[in-house]
T-cell receptor, first 112, second 113 residues
Framework: GESVGLHLPTLSVQEGDNSIINCAYS??????FIWYKQESGKGPQFIID?????DKRQGQRVTVLLNKTVKHLSLQIAATQPGDSAVYFC???????????FGGGTRLMVKP | DTEVTQTPKHLVMGMTNKKSLKCEQH?????MYWYKQKAKKPPELMFV???????INESVPSRFSPECPNSSLLNLHLHALQPEDSALYLC????????????FGQGTRLTVV
């Protein structure tokens, strides 16, 4: 079936470096994507979203890039901090309308 | 107020017990969701309510019974659960459910013994 998935299960970066977390999706009909951050013992926290009519969207220290040609989504975190350590999920709003489907998750570990 | 509140935070129940999980939001959102999350896995959708009506049931066993008493409240009634049902149960809400940001609660950590 159609799914949203991630390339790397764990990403380790040095504090201050930039982080890039990737996500591949297969449902070409999806038109809305969200990145969530989940810290241990907490619920997913919204980071940034993007619609399919956009290629790039920037927030505070975060940028989401969408490449519809290859069905690829990425989250870039600038100047990664220890507080960024968490599991990051991409999520896709399915073409059923209100089914938010999550990818497998990437654990980001920030080394001091 | 951009908060989704879930109670209780932790719950331990026996396989013959009946319990309920509660979720509340006061953001005026009309779509509410229940997700189940096992350790080191992504959240899996269970149910979606849209305008207080059940719109999606992802083939969830009948031992899980959702209820939406009004636009601010969402319950999940539990009965005769199995140990493999132990997980983090997450509630979320969004404005309409179609292309709008979903806010999540902190979850209820359920252990079935």
């Amino acid at each position: 079936g159609e799914s949203v998935g991630l390339h790397l299960p764990t990403l380790s970066v040095q504090e201050g470096d930039n982080s890039i977390i990737n996500c591949a999706y297969s449902n070409s009909a999806s038109d809305y994507f969200i990145w969530y951050k989940q810290e241990s013992g907490k619920g997913p926290q919204f980071i940034i979203d993007i619609r399919s009519n956009m290629d790039k969207r920037q927030g505070q220290r975060v940028t989401v890039l969408l490449n519809k040609t290859v069905k690829h989504l990425s989250l870039q975190i600038a100047a990664t901090q220890p507080g960024d350590s968490a599991v990051y999920f991409c999520a896709e709003l399915g073409n059923a309308g209100n089914m938010l489907t999550f990818g497998g998750g990437t654990r980001l570990m920030v080394k001091p | 107020d951009t908060e989704v509140t879930q109670t209780p935070k932790h719950l331990v129940m026996g396989m013959t017990n009946k319990k309920s999980l509660k979720c509340e939001q006061h953001m005026g959102h009309r779509a509410m969701y229940w997700y189940k999350q096992k350790a080191k896995k992504p959240p899996e959708l269970m149910f979606v309510y849209s305008y207080e009506k059940l719109s999606i049931n992802e083939s969830v066993p009948s031992r899980f019974s959702p209820e939406c008493p009004n636009s601010s409240l969402l319950n999940l009634h539990l009965h005769a659960l199995q140990p493999e049902d132990s997980a983090l149960y997450l509630c979320a809400s969004s404005l309409t459910g179609t292309g709008t940001e979903a806010f999540f609660g902190q979850g209820t950590r359920l252990t079935v013994v």
